[in-house]
Nanobody, 119 residues
Framework: VQLQASGGGLVQAGGSLRLSCAAS????????MGWYRQAPGKQRELAAT??????EYADSVKGRFAISGDNAKNTVYLQMNSLKPEDTAVYYC???????????????WGQGTLVTVSS
């Protein structure tokens, strides 16, 4: 299984970006999709996850970020609005999937996409 993330870039404070991450490979089903982020010098932290129709957000992004998923396309999106300089980080997508051949659950990470918010 491979994950391909895109949509990062440089944006001014108050602006918006939309990240996307598509999974490909031997996937029977997707259990959970999520976005995590790692700012310079800090640990990786959860930004948002979606499991079925349920979403979870870090307090720091609530009301500004929206996660959505398209199970038919095995793709997760993160709409980021009202961006702040403190949102600057490498954003990683994560999928928890059921393998088509083994019927076991696996967890995969994308390669990361850099989001830079200038003040």
């Amino acid at each position: 299984v491979q994950l391909q993330a895109s949509g990062g870039g440089l944006v001014q404070a108050g602006g918006s970006l939309r990240l996307s991450c598509a999974a490909s490979g031997s996937i029977l089903g997707v259990r959970e999709m999520g976005w995590y982020r790692q700012a310079p010098g800090k640990q990786r932290e959860l930004a948002a996850t979606i499991t079925g129709g349920d979403t979870e957000y870090a307090d720091s992004v609530k009301g500004r970020f929206a996660i959505s998923g398209d199970n038919a396309k095995n793709t997760v999106y993160l709409q980021m609005n009202s961006l702040k300089p403190e949102d600057t980080a490498v954003y990683y997508c994560k999928f928890r999937v059921v393998g088509r051949r083994t019927l076991l659950e696996y967890q995969y990470w994308g390669q990361g996409t850099l989001v830079t918010v200038s003040s």
